[in-house]
């Protein structure tokens, strides 16, 4: 029996299911300065996974969900010797890069992160490679476009539509975008690629339950990896001519709006191309929620003015933006990791104390230093009307913060304001020979030293990656065991 969406008794598919399809499948993308922003992505995506190899809570939810179930020809996991079904390869390489909170942003009206979605464009790219599938060989080049579309496909969502006003996770998104992408990569037809679309609308959204007290945990992050995973199980069945759902976002009463947006529409802000990655934010120095990059830089700065005053400090204040006090103002007990890497004040108390930020530095090590309490108890934390209306300017998108300390005998610091991170689009020039320095570094530390200098020997040149095989390009970077 065929389940065609365009039989009679059911409706068209909605016009967003169409757009975001008809991009997938057929967009051309032109712009250069997106391709380069793409390369160095990929480069600090894979960073952040290496670099998340070295946290048993990461790697012990990594290899095949059953002990012993690897599939010969199967897509690999960078930096590991696992060779997986697709869909749990995009669980382990979705899980990796989001582990430490460090791959890039996208801030709007919804927040996201969207190299979450290489893990099912890796994972699908390497097993159809290797599969010979309809559509044959990738290249990186290939891997390039599926990313800048991707990214696109989150990011416009998020201009406008606010998931986290409404209690869902943005990893909705990255559900959303890697269905579409990785249906169109495995060969999918128009409308195939709709009734993916359509099933992963109909998923719902993971609760942002996870992120907030008093319930934050780690599933915040390997939640990304959970929906790369899922979006390869919806192209896989609707390659299979699995029947989609034309109406699941406008359906009155049971289409996604009604049940879960107050019956808001689920609109794109503006045409697909290639606006976000081309403007994407990119974590380059520290791992923390990006709404505190620019604090922890203006903590940085006041280190040395305030470290040997550390018991003098009669109080901190923490100026941001409003997304800034929603997400990540706590107070009171951090229970893990998790809870501390999305708190302003521990992520500006740690330089102000150490004058660094790195990712151990949210273990339960450096967490029990009486200090770092302390200095968080005498801090407040301000909404600034500018930071937030520059935040959501268009041709802004700035995340500003400041931080100023003063001391108890009437003293003060000067007070130190960053309007956007070295991430940013304006600081690219600046910030991208320290993101290169990240890949490098996280190959050197995680491979031998023979294969870490054959890697960052073949992959930081760009148009030589762009010509690579995907096969080659994960021969590079996986463990023989």
Same mark, same amino acid.
């Given at each position: ?38 390369? /160095? ?13 070295? /946290? ?30 697709p ?5 382990n ?39 010979q ?16 579309k991707?990214h ?125 990655m ?59 990791p998790?809870?501390r ?49 520059? /935040? /959501? ?17 009437g ?35 995680h ?13 930081i ?21």
């Amino acid at each position: 029996m065929s389940h065609d969406i365009k039989s009679a008794y059911r409706p068209a598919p909605d016009q967003l299911l169409i757009d975001i399809a008809d991009y997938a499948l057929s967009y051309q993308i032109t712009s250069e300065v997106a391709y380069e922003t793409a390369y /160095y992505c990929l480069l600090d995506t894979l960073a952040c996974g290496f670099q998340a190899l070295q /946290y048993p809570a990461c790697t012990k939810l990594l290899g095949p969900i059953v002990p012993g179930a690897t599939m010969k020809q199967g897509a690999r996991v960078p930096g590991t010797s696992y060779e997986l079904d697709p869909v749990t390869a995009a669980f382990n390489i979705g899980t990796m890069i989001r582990w430490l909170d460090f791959n890039d942003t996208w801030l709007a009206a919804e927040w996201g992160h969207p190299s979450d979605n290489l893990g099912a464009i890796l994972a699908v790219a390497d097993y159809c490679s290797r599969n010979q599938s309809r559509n044959g060989a990738f290249t990186v080049r290939d891997i390039l476009t599926a990313m800048i579309k991707a990214h696109e496909i989150q990011g416009v969502l998020a201009l406008e539509n606010s998931f986290n006003r409404v209690g869902l996770d943005h990893v909705l998104l990255v559900r959303i975008a890697s269905t579409a992408v990785v249906t169109a990569m495995m060969g999918g037809t128009r409308d195939q690629v709709i009734n993916a679309l359509s099933n992963a609308w109909i998923d719902g959204g993971a609760l942002r339950t996870y992120r907030h007290a008093p319930n934050t945990g780690s599933r915040k992050s390997w939640a990304a990896g959970d929906a790369t995973s899922r979006s390869v199980r919806h192209a896989l069945f609707a390659l299979k001519d699995e029947m989609g759902y034309p109406s699941a976002l406008t359906a009155k009463t049971w289409g996604f709006q009604d049940v879960l947006f107050k019956g808001k529409e689920v609109k794109l802000a503006q045409s697909l191309g290639s606006y976000v990655m081309e403007n994407v934010l990119f974590k380059i120095s520290y791992p923390a929620e990006f709404h505190a990059q620019t604090a922890v830089e203006a903590a940085m700065t006041l280190h040395a003015q305030v470290k040997d005053k550390l018991d003098h400090v009669d109080k901190i204040i923490i100026e941001t933006q409003e997304p800034g006090v929603r997400i990540i103002d706590k107070i009171g007990v951090l229970a893990n990791p998790a809870d501390r890497d999305h708190c302003i004040q521990y992520m500006v108390a740690i330089p102000l104390i150490f004058g660094r930020l790195m990712a151990a530095d949210y273990e339960d090590d450096v967490a029990t230093d009486p200090r770092v309490d302390k200095l968080r108890n005498k801090m407040q934390v301000l909404e600034h009307k500018q930071f937030t209306t520059d /935040y /959501y300017a268009a041709d802004k998108r700035y995340i500003g913060n400041a931080v100023q300390v003063f001391f108890k005998d009437g003293t003060n610091t000067a007070r130190i304001a960053v309007d956007y991170p070295i991430g940013h689009r304006k600081r690219r020039v600046e910030g991208m020979p320290v993101l290169m320095k990240k890949f490098s570094d996280s190959v050197t530390a995680h491979f031998s030293s023979a294969q870490s200098k054959r890697i960052n020997t073949q992959l930081i040149n760009h148009n030589q990656l762009e010509k690579m095989t995907v096969e080659k390009f994960l021969d590079e970077l996986i463990i023989n065991s």
